[in-house]
């Protein structure tokens, strides 16, 4: 059953895309030859996919949440 403690999960969850955002920053910035353009790409390509299902969830909870009247 979806509560509103779920919800508050989900949105700390969303919350880390901004440590993951600045873990591929400092790896860049820390070893600028050691990544191509490919690789980054492809990095921050995965943590855009990665938070668009994490969204995703979170708003399914969020409507379930209103459907049911459990949040206003």
Not at 49 to 62: A, G, M, Q, R
């Amino acid at each position: 059953m979806t509560d509103r403690f779920d919800l508050e999960q989900g949105i700390l969850k969303c919350w880390n895309v901004t440590d993951d955002i600045d873990m591929v920053y400092r790896k860049i910035m820390d070893n600028p030859d050691e990544l191509d353009v490919d690789e980054i790409s492809n990095l921050l390509l995965g943590i855009k996919s990665l938070y668009d299902l994490k969204f995703d969830e979170l708003f399914n909870t969020f409507e379930q949440l209103t459907h049911d009247k459990k949040i206003l």
